[in-house]
């Protein structure tokens, strides 16, 4: 398990546009922290912590020091301004080491199939995220998918990925994963045969808002995507 520490402070005046911007006008961003049956805490961390933790991956659990104490928490949402693209809002949600919880967890394709020089098999990636159930301490970053052993019309289910020890698959077990396929030559289309006369030439000539009302767009983890 990764684990990162930071400091942030608790913030009041929630939703008040002037109180939004000075706050991120010093480079730091407003967040939430909710869950845990416990009521959610308004708070302000640093935009190079935020960063640094999604840099590191949305599942690293993350300890927040506050003035009332710590909270363990993960990532659960990061929203970004339409314009700027810098974080303008973050969702933490506490989490209990002792607890297993369900999250998804990005698919990583790793090595090449023989096949893919061979005869210039494509890989086609369906499913890019998978479900899964875990302690906090055992869930994974990424799962990785070894492309090494598959040929030409043959594929990998979510059922065929090897978990690390003590993760769960909660998506469907027959969910298709990736393919590898090849395109069949394209037979060239024979030209229609037509008197000349008899044809007319034609013309084919026709033919989420945030607190202070941002226009906002969600990141993630680590986000690619399907959830399974």
Known sequence: MEEMNITAEARTGEGVKGALSKIRAEK???????GGHKNPVSITVSLKDLEKIMKAGKNTVVEITLPEGKEQVLVKEVQYHVVTDLPIHA???????KDKMDVVVPVKLVGESPDVKAYGAMV??????????????????????DMTPMTINTGIVAGDIKLPEGVELITDAQAPVVHLTILK????AAAPVADAAAQPESSSTKGKKDED????????????????
Not at 91 to 97: A, E, G, K
Not at 127 to 142: D, G, N, W
């Open 28 to 34: 730091k961003v407003p967040a939430v922290i909710y």
């Open 91 to 97: 969702d933490f949600q506490r989490v209990s080491l």
């Open 124 to 145: 086609e990636h369906i499913l890019r995220e998978i479900e899964v159930r875990a302690l906090v301490s055992k869930i994974p970053h990424e799962i990785e998918v």
């Open 185 to 188: 030559d394209e037979e060239p």
């Open 213 to 228: 009302g941002n226009l906002t767009k969600n990141a993630a983890p680590a986000k690619d995507a399907a959830k399974k």
